[in-house]
């Protein structure tokens, strides 16, 4: 993996992690928009500007030019896209972010007196225990 910086134009992004020419990180902002854009550059280096497709299927030219190039040993964070019902924006969350959300749920499913809400809580902590690979949220306290 490598970590692409770029130059700072006032832009939502100034770093891309790059594996197997595949955005799968960015920062500090924009990451719904990148994560998941192929870079078709085969030798990034400071200067170039990267020939992308965009997740949507649009191939462009990135604007932004490389200021510098780092080689990563370690993989990046898992991130998960959660879309929202209706064609909305969605968010980017990371593994620390479903560790809240299954909180937040389970409270809930503890809180709740009503049969619909609980059955809701139910499904929604089965997704984010699938997400997480089946791990609970008891399963991290015995770490």
Not at 68 to 81: G, L, Q, S, T
């Amino acid at each position: 993996m490598k970590t692409v910086f770029f130059e700072d134009k006032g832009q939502g992004f100034l770093e891309w992690d790059i594996e197997d020419d595949v955005v799968v990180g960015c920062r500090p902002f924009q990451d719904q928009v990148w994560i998941g854009t192929k870079v078709h550059n085969t030798d990034i280096k400071p200067g170039d500007k990267l020939d992308i497709t965009v997740p949507d299927g649009i191939r462009t030219a990135l604007r932004h030019a490389v200021e510098k190039v780092e080689e990563k040993k370690e993989a990046p964070a898992r991130k998960y896209i959660i879309t929202v019902l209706g064609g909305g924006q969605g968010y980017t969350l990371e593994e620390k972010d479903l560790s809240g959300l299954e909180c937040v749920l389970q409270f809930g499913l503890e809180l709740s007196d009503r049969p619909e809400n609980k059955e809701w809580l139910e499904g929604m902590l089965e997704k984010v225990r699938k997400l997480r690979g089946g791990c609970t949220w008891s399963d991290m306290d015995k770490k």
